[in-house]
């Protein structure tokens, strides 16, 4: 058995470290949870595991295993999650007249990019020996959780607001868990699955207080390392709720350049709506914080966001900035990158593109440069929030009649045939 690669884990407040073989959530000489761990690596070790250069296809997030904090007996748990093309989107770009790419994450195995995360959390539980995961979520996490558990074997137990979407309140119990949905925001969905991992000792996959799982977050940081190392951008765009996810990439860009890989580090724009902006404002200063989310971009439903510190740093360490975006621009984009490109994005996953539009505006992002958003979620959970952009079908009799009044009458010289 070998975790020999990960040195310690550190606390992000007060710098006490910890032994990452115990399993330890978050630094006990802070109130709640407040002091969230970081995993400190030996690079040593684990360039010399690290065999793989660059080259070749990313098949999944595997490729980057040595970077993973997995023993290196451990069985992965995975799906094939991560490996996710970087796709050209001319259309889009040329919209806000950038040089524009999307990672498109919500192809991961459960629609969302979190399955990075949960193949780690998963594996490391059944390696442990842990029958039981639990965790908060407006919905994803959930979701994602529930089907890496299926695939390992344990049982999944899991808390989200009874507001979330149906999709993503039905999805995690065809993965056979047990969907507990609380009477309350994410926030308080948050605390009572702290209270339950207290009391029943339960693996908790949270990604704010489980450092590992900010670790599996890193290989989209990989990736995009890996595959821009000719192209490398001038930003990354991500949406944020808990801040994990933005961190966690950061964290796997970042140490990319500082091992070598790459040349150079891209900034990072971090978006958030209107109604749920508390990483925005604590990283422009605000005080006057209001931790109640209200926007219909679900996934990022943050009120009381658990990893400010590390996104904020994130953003700070690359350069970037962090701005917010309306419901109706959150919408506008999802219909924008539908139409456009063909990518379906759920609220969460097309606000980078609401927030590349209000860079432009703003001169945060400048005419050609180039820039990378990732889209983290899959539209198809949550229909209904896209209808509001849509509207209604188009409704007709089963008639030409019907459809001449839409296209006007038919010319039977057109090019035909069927
Ligand atoms: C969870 C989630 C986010 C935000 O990630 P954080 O780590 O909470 O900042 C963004 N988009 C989607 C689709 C998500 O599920
Ligand atoms: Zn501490």
Redesign the pocket.
Known sequence: MALDHVETLECTLCGATYDPEQVVYTCPEHDGVAGILEVVYDYDVVQDRFDASLDGDIRSQWKYRAFLPVDTEATPVTLDEGGTDLLDVPRLGAEFDVDLRVKNDGLNPTG???DRATSVAATKARFAGRNVVTCAS?G??AASLAGYAARAGLDCRIFVPESAPEGKLVQPRVYGADVLAVAGSYDEAYDLSLDVTNAYGWYNRN?AINPFQIEG?RTVGHELADQTRDSIPDWVV?????????AGCWKGLREFAELGYVDDTPSMLGVQPEGASAIHDAFHGHDDVDDVADTLAD??A?GR?R?TLK?CRALEESGGTALTVSDDDILAAETLLGRTEGIYA?P??AAPIAGIRRAREAGIIDPDESVVAVV??LGLKDTAGAKRAVGDVIRVQPSLEDVADQYGTANPDAESSI
Do not use: Q
């Open positions: 969302c990019f979190k407006t994803n996490a990604a977050k991500f949406s944020m709720g808990d801040g994990c996810t933005i996934a990022v943050v966001p990893n996104a759920e969460a996953g983290t979620g």
